[in-house]
């Protein structure tokens, strides 16, 4: 567990945040909007490491650990998906409507599911990438909802390429 909080730079002090109650939005303070912003980027760095960490050499083809980990068959997947799962569990404690976790729930079943499929399931996953699809969609619902631009991640290119092709 510990190799796991220096990969993807989170502390078990920062798992838990509180939802943000509907009457408190208006009034939020700039403490809150940058605590949410800090986990929101935790959260992109670990769909990245996921989903497009690695560049295959010679060509412009992004892999993650999800893609790698999804060759080992049934259990590969099944670990891909408890990461996936943590992420939506993450957006659910930042107070992310149910519209988008059910979005965000659906775009992990699929992989999940596709992903059993003998290398069609990794094909899949290689294109699908719902980790960077889920954090895609939890910065742009904190953009909306706080009206503030977070500041660009690593991956903000392929996250808006990718909430463009979803929506």
Excluded: C
């Excluded at 796991?4 to 208006?26: A, C, H, M, N, W």
């Excluded at 989903?51 to 060759?71: E, R």
């Excluded at 003998?118 to 294109?127: A, H, M, T, V």
């Amino acid at each position: 567990m510990k190799l796991f909080y220096q990969i993807t730079g989170l502390s078990p002090l920062r798992l838990e945040f509180k939802p943000i109650k509907e009457d408190t939005v208006q009034n939020v303070d700039l403490d809150v909007d940058e605590t949410h912003a800090q986990a929101i980027a935790s959260i992109e760095k670990l769909a990245q490491l996921m989903d497009s960490q690695f560049t295959l050499p010679g060509t412009k083809i992004k892999l993650g650990l999800d893609t790698l980990i999804g060759f080992v068959p049934g259990i590969g997947d099944t670990i891909g998906l408890a990461v996936s799962g943590y992420i939506v569990s993450r957006a659910a404690h930042l107070g992310v409507r149910k519209r988008t976790l059910g979005r965000m729930s659906w775009n992990i079943f699929l992989d999940w599911l596709i992903g059993l499929i003998p290398l069609i399931g990794d094909l899949f996953d290689w294109g699908w990438k719902a980790n960077n699809r889920n954090a895609a969609l939890l910065r742009r619902q904190f953009e909306r909802q706080y009206g503030v631009q977070l500041p660009p991640s690593p991956v903000d290119q392929e996250l808006d390429t990718l909430t463009r092709k979803s929506n």
